[in-house]
Structures are given as C-alpha cells and as structure tokens.
C-alpha cells in the first residue's frame, strides 16, 4: 500500500469512528460518548506498539510488502473474534466478581511499567506453543509460494510460512490483549462500549501500519506515554472504591499524556536531523 493510499484509509477510518461516537453521544449521552472516545484513543495508542512487533515480525520471517497485506487482513479479522471472545469474557467476569477489577490494576500498572522501562519485546516463534504444535500436524514448506498459506503437491498438503506469520501475529495479539482489555474496562465496563471502541480502533490497524512502517523512527517516546496511561488507568481501577476519576478527566489525562510523548518525540526527531 503506497503512503499516500495508507494515510487516507487511516484518516477514512479514524472519520468513521468520530462518526460512531457522535452517534453514541445521541443515542446513550455525553458519559457514554466520552467513555467510547477514551476507549478508543487508548486502544489505538497501544495498537501502535502492537504494530511495531507485528513490523519486527514481518521483518524476522522476510515477508515481503507484497505478502504483508493479505497476512494483515486475516490478521485483523483474527484479532476482531479474539477481542470480541476476551471482551465477552471479561465483561462476565467483572459483572459477577467485581473484584477482578482489582486484579486488572495491578495487571496495568505491571504492564506500563515493563513497556516504559523495561526490555523490548522479542520475537520467539521457536517458543510458540501454538506454532510447534502445529508443526507437529502438518508439514511446513521452506519457501513462500505466492501468497497461498497451504499447497498440495503430490497429494500431501503443506503449510507455507504465511501462515507460519500468521499464526504468530495472532497469538502476539493474544499477549497484547491481557494489556489493552483491562485498560478500556478501567474506563467502562458496559460490553457495547468497549467492543465497539475496540472494534474501531482495530479496523483500521491495516492502513496503519503502512503508515507506522515510514515514520516508525519518528515517534520514539510514544512507548513511554503508553505505559504512563497504563500505569494511570489501573491506579484509577485501584483507587476507585476510595477516589473516583470521572471519565471526563480520565480523557483529558490520556490525551494530554500521548499528545506530550508525540510532540517530545517530533522536537527529538528535529534536533537529531539538523545535528547531521
């Protein structure tokens, strides 16, 4: 996908969500809207970091731009079901122990603290469950052929290394999950709000990418602003028996945090190039 065609299907599916939150705004009221806006900013924000793996994923495997797109697409459409499975699990849990919203906490804050400070995420397929066993199942060819994920060839089937990528995009999604779930039920624990803010943000994960793909080096404190806005949100899960944040500050602390770590890394990115 060429830039320019990339920066438009980002800006198309951005304007569709700002589309579907000024219908949430009429239909359920301000709370709600601006439950689903905070939702969705912090959902992309830590979408971006997902994309960043999914870009030393497509790198470690030697997928070319070409093959990329279409492991995207069912990628993305994997992520919708598996979110839409979490957030339905989630949401009847903390409908029956509420408690586990306590646990979601501390889970934030863990995670804000290792992405702000801790090591880099490390691509391991060897140490993928659900890829060695697959393995196991059916033989895996050495070379891509086109942009099949299975081929016949004397009346065996073999996988290829798309799906080999695949797989393990899907299953990366699945660790990701454990940090963006929590963080949008320590805003709202209404199930149509948050998979519908999940929903959106992950649409347009595709378009995106292309676009992260140019500019990956030029916002390099984002990570940083995202673990800030973990570490926040599940201090305000733990607090809230005690101290409520109302959801109108919460956005307001979130945008404020990730428009900070945007502007930080484009001054950085500015004094960098006209030092060379």
Do not use: C
């Not at 971006?48 to 870009?55: A, M, T, Y």
């Not at 306590?102 to 863990?110: A, C, D, E, R």
């Not at 199930?191 to 994960?205: E, Q, R, T």
Request: glycine content about 6%; cysteine-free; hydrophobic content about 55%.
């Amino acid at each position: 996908m060429s830039t320019r065609k990339a920066i438009f299907w980002s800006v198309f599916w951005i304007a569709l969500s700002l589309l579907l939150n000024a219908a949430v705004f009429l239909l359920y009221g301000q709370q709600k809207a601006v439950a689903f806006f905070t939702g969705y900013i912090i959902e992309k924000s830590l979408s971006v970091d997902n994309l960043f793996v999914f870009l030393i994923i497509f790198t470690f495997f030697d997928v070319s731009p070409v093959h990329q797109r279409r492991i995207l697409n069912f990628g993305i459409v994997g992520v919708i079901i598996l979110r839409g499975l979490l957030i339905f699990l989630g949401s009847s849990l903390v409908e029956r122990f509420e408690w586990i919203l306590y646990i979601f906490g501390v889970i934030l804050i863990y995670s804000g603290y290792k992405m702000a400070f801790g090591k880099e995420k490390k691509v391991e397929p060897d140490r993928n469950l659900l890829l060695n066993w697959f393995k196991k199942l059916i033989p895996v060819k050495n070379g891509y052929t086109g942009e099949h994920f299975f081929i016949k060839e004397n009346g065996v089937w073999y996988a290829t290394p798309m799906i080999i990528v695949l797989i393990v995009i899907e299953t990366t999604d699945i660790v990701f999950a454990v940090d963006s779930i929590p963080a949008i039920f320590g805003i709202t624990t209404d199930p149509f709000i948050v998979f519908s803010s999940n929903l959106m943000a992950v649409l347009g994960l595709r378009s995106l990418y292309f676009v992260l793909e140019r500019v990956q080096r030029a916002f390099i404190y984002v990570k940083y602003g995202v673990g800030v806005v973990l570490v926040f949100i599940g201090a305000k899960m733990l607090i809230a028996d005690y101290f409520e944040i109302s959801t109108v500050i919460s956005l307001t602390v979130v945008a404020f945090i990730l428009t900070a770590s945007v502007l930080v890394s484009y001054i950085k990115q500015a004094v960098t190039t006209r030092t060379k």
